[in-house]
């Protein structure tokens, strides 16, 4: 495989997994895929080729694309019965209430998650309904 060929090929990869991973450098990509970076940063800039330009236009464009931060607490079923399939699991959440404590949460359903949040809220209100 030529040079040429060789960094056309590692520059192209990179900016497919740059997409999934926007800190990647190209200094660790091209040592994770065996390719001599200073002769890839050579051959960059004979082609007119920015590493700056690349990660900005590609991070202008993804951001068009808005990622959701968070997935709705909706239970999947009538709020009597338990979810128990293994799809509306959740796992590893971390809750932060508007009165600072932070709650861990290792597993647990959306239902029970989202009824936790209710019973907490409404224990709240109330405490604040006795302090006036």
Not at 10 to 39: A, D, F, M, Q
Not at 79 to 94: E, F, H, K, T, V
């Amino acid at each position: 495989m030529t040079a040429h060929a060789l960094y056309t090929q590692t520059l192209s990869e990179y900016k497919s997994r740059l997409i999934s991973s926007p800190c990647l450098t190209l200094r660790s990509y091209c040592h994770e895929c065996h390719v001599n970076y200073h002769g890839m940063e050579l051959w960059l800039s004979r082609h007119g080729i920015r590493i700056r330009e690349l990660r900005s236009s590609l991070s202008a464009s993804s951001s068009e694309k808005p990622v959701p931060c968070f997935s709705p607490l909706v239970p999947s079923s009538a709020p009597s019965a338990r979810p128990s399939s293994s799809s509306d699991m959740l796992y590893g959440i971390n809750i932060t209430f508007p009165d600072g404590v932070i709650i861990s949460i290792k597993q647990g359903s959306s239902f029970g998650i989202h009824r936790f949040i209710d019973l907490y809220n409404r224990k709240i209100q109330e405490e604040q309904s006795c302090l006036l």
